[in-house]
């Protein structure tokens, strides 16, 4: 497993990790930033730029159903 993979492991090798652990690493990972104080630089979890980007992203799904033709995001 490549580092990133095993610092959200919370199983050992040959263990099934699955949809409940990934809430377990998604906190730990939060968590762990806000008792840091600061959103570590190699976080993973999306952030506000992440989500800003996802609504314009919808809204350029949106218009082009709308109009039929393709929108920029």
Not at 30 to 48: H, L, N, Q
């Amino acid at each position: 497993m490549n580092s990133p993979g095993a610092a959200a492991a919370s199983l050992p090798g040959g263990h099934v990790e699955g949809f409940a652990d990934s809430f377990y690493a998604l906190f730990r990972q939060v968590y762990g930033d806000i008792a840091a104080g600061a959103r570590s630089a190699d976080a993973t979890y999306a952030g506000f730029d992440d989500g800003h980007y996802e609504m314009r992203f919808c809204d350029a799904v949106l218009e082009s159903a709308r109009s039929g033709t393709w929108a920029d995001v």
